[in-house]
Nanobody
Framework: VQLQASGGGLVQAGGSLRLSCVVD????????MGWFRQAPGKEREFVSS????????RYTESAKGRFTVSRDNTKHILYLQLTSLEPDDTAVYLC?????????????????WGQGTQVTVSS
């Protein structure tokens, strides 16, 4: 099982990025998927999730209206569109596969994790 995240980078405040997570070796279409992030010295936190069908999405409060999660079940790819980025969004962003089909916010309900991609937002 492999989850490969990419698309991070250095961007100025107000800018945008699109993160991708290619999933291999997993029944992608029946799993909820999530994005989490971890900043230096901080705990890993939930950012967004999407259920197996893609019809249900969830966001942390700070991401609402700025980030959009989506998935392509034919290509086995999870996306996170980041807009209006702020310096506080700086973190390693990790994708994860849930152990069921729901768009869960609980990191303990995810049992497969990718290695993460760095997002750095300058002021």
């Amino acid at each position: 099982v492999q989850l490969q995240a990419s698309g991070g980078g250095l961007v100025q405040a107000g800018g945008s990025l699109r993160l991708s997570c290619v999933v291999d070796g997993l029944a992608f279409g029946v799993r909820g998927m999530g994005w989490f992030r971890q900043a230096p010295g901080k705990e890993r936190e939930f950012v967004s999730s999407i259920n197996a069908s893609g019809r249900t999405t969830r966001y942390t409060e700070s991401a609402k209206g700025r980030f959009t999660v989506s998935r392509d079940n034919t290509k086995h790819i999870l996306y996170l569109q980041l807009t209006s980025l702020e310096p506080d969004d700086t973190a390693v962003y990790l994708c994860a596969a849930a152990n069921g089909p729901h768009a869960t916010t609980n990191q303990w309900e995810y049992n497969r994790w990718g290695q993460g991609t760095q997002v750095t937002v300058s002021s």
